[in-house]
């Protein structure tokens, strides 16, 4: 009976942790929330969603294109699946890949641009 009762809270809790590291719920405190999590919540942790929420793009047709032409790193790794879920620890580290002409572009614009760097 103990072990049963051990089991139902480990599984519940490492539900809610990875729901919550996964960012599709907020708080991992309750199962409720972990009733609300369905398919559009998992479409909108996807890396081109996540692109124009930062304003990297200006629509989700063009974040698509830019990820599937490998414009788009996360961390150190280029990735080029427009399905790739991004967690709530991976967010801060999508950016634009090195020698791309999209971030020649932004650094041009910003008066920013060093030879140097983007060689």
Known sequence: ???DLYCETWLFWAIVKNLHSMGL???GESLE???KVSASSFCRRRLPVLITRSKMAPSLKIATK???Q???RIGP???MDPAFL???NMEDFVTWVDNCA???HIANYNEELDDFDLM
């Open 1 to 3: 009976m103990m072990d």
């Open 25 to 27: 719920i907020s708080k």
């Open 33 to 35: 929330l972990c009733d």
């Open 66 to 68: 830019f990820v599937e």
């Open 70 to 72: 490998g414009h788009v």
């Open 77 to 79: 790794n280029v990735v």
């Open 86 to 88: 991004v967690t709530k």
């Open 102 to 104: 999209i971030k020649r």
